[in-house]
């Protein structure tokens, strides 16, 4: 699932945030003031990556000049 943080900068987007609240299209979760952030342990972004180009280490072609 992602997280975003966001600040309302307007009372009209705060009115269709709490709409789309109650059509169930979003997820409005309180965030924790403190910034405390749970630690990221070993190994829990794996299987994040799905592809990798067969040429993913080749050079560019855009930096010939600079190699």
Do not use: W
């Not at 789309?20 to 965030?31: D, T």
């Not at 190994?43 to 993913?56: N, P, R, W």
């Amino acid at each position: 699932m992602l997280t975003y943080e966001v600040t309302i900068l307007e009372p009209k987007a705060e009115a269709m945030l709490d709409e789309m609240e109650k059509e169930k299209l979003i997820e409005i979760a309180e965030h924790s003031a403190n910034g405390k952030k749970k630690p990221l342990q070993r190994g829990c972004m794996k299987g994040l990556v799905l592809y990798m180009a067969d040429d993913f280490d080749a050079p560019l072609d855009d930096f010939e000049d600079y190699m």
